[in-house]
């Protein structure tokens, strides 16, 4: 059997999810006619991505940052016969223009669906931050490698050789993650403090009730606990 590394064990213990902040309530009839917009620019209502099944849903910061792009690269690294087994849709949004899509799946090899709230309703409307808050307690993400030096570099860098130059989003917005459905029910919901404050994967896999643990160390490797 694989051997699991330390940091994921770790965020997927008990004890350690206790010690991360509780799920915000939050109402998805608030947003679930806002619209948002695939990789074409066609759009559709936001509650489509949950009415039919389970999803999760990630809200990234923008497409330029390098935290948020490390924690897609994760993303994609998923198993689809993890996802499929359980009947699981995974979904990110970003908030930039919808032409910065392709690219940024392009990047972080990020196979499954993708949208954009440009207009950040839903992120304004769920009340997800747009400043970031640091803590002592804080656990960095295991998901995010560069250090904030390299990672803020490697970022104005895809600024500056981006065919549209912008900066992809609002510098200032924060993330989150929900798992909602099938309706409109909301199974948890957790938004981002700072850059770093992304929810372990692992436990995003589990709260919507997947068994499987995925080692994110070198190529995904489900390990049976």
Aim: one cysteine or more; proline letters at 4%; glycine letters at 8%.
């Amino acid at each position: 059997m694989a051997e699991i590394i330390s940091p994921i064990t770790r965020q997927v213990t008990k004890g350690s999810q206790e010690s991360v902040t509780s799920s915000v309530e939050i109402n998805l009839k608030d947003v679930e006619n806002c619209l948002i917009y695939d990789g074409n620019g066609v759009s559709i209502p936001f509650r489509t991505l949950y009415q039919d099944r389970k999803s999760v849903i990630i809200f990234v910061r923008n497409f330029l940052c390098y935290s948020c792009k490390e924690y897609v690269d994760d993303l994609g690294k998923i198993p689809r016969e993890v996802l499929e087994d359980a009947e699981i849709r995974l979904v990110v949004i970003g908030q930039s223009a919808h032409r910065h899509i392709e690219q940024f799946c392009l990047l972080t090899g990020y196979p499954y669906e993708i949208y954009v709230d440009p207009e950040r309703c839903i992120y304004q409307k769920l009340g997800m931050k747009r400043e970031e808050t640091f803590t002592g307690s804080a656990q960095p993400s295991s998901h995010v490698k560069s250090g904030v030096f390299m990672g803020q570099m490697k970022s104005v860098w895809r600024a500056m050789t981006s065919p549209a130059f912008d900066f992809q989003g609002d510098l200032h917005q924060q993330g989150g993650a929900i798992i909602a459905g099938p309706g409109s029910h909301v199974h948890f919901s957790h938004f981002d403090m700072n850059r770093l404050d992304h929810m372990p994967i692992n436990w995003l896999l589990q709260l919507a009730g997947i068994q499987q643990t995925i080692d994110f160390s070198d190529k995904p490797k489900i390990i049976h606990v």
